[in-house]
């Protein structure tokens, strides 16, 4: 997917005094991470709040999660796994 690029702060990424626009499947990924459910008012149901997992002993739930949002996000997901606190994703878009 193509869409306006966000600097890891959330900020528009600006160069040349203007928006820039690039592959934005990485960063649509991290937003649904991070996102709580009920934060985006027009799909109340998107984002798997990652943060309220942190401190659960059941990963299990944390992935299941995941392959659930993104796949109704539109995403193939082939693989997910957590390794040293890093959360690794193939889940390309169809």
Do not use: C, H, W
Request: charged residues 30%.
């Amino acid at each position: 997917m193509r869409d306006l690029m966000k600097y890891t702060d959330g900020d528009l990424r600006i160069e040349n005094n203007d928006v820039v626009i690039g592959d934005s499947d990485n960063q649509q990924r991290e937003d649904l991470l991070v996102v709580e459910k009920g934060s985006v008012k027009q799909f109340p149901d998107a984002g798997v709040g990652v943060y309220k997992f942190l401190e659960s002993e059941n990963g299990s739930d944390l992935l299941r999660e995941i392959g659930l949002q993104f796949t109704a996000d539109g995403m193939d997901v082939k693989a997910i796994d957590v390794k040293d606190n890093q959360i690794y994703v193939d889940a390309p878009y169809q």
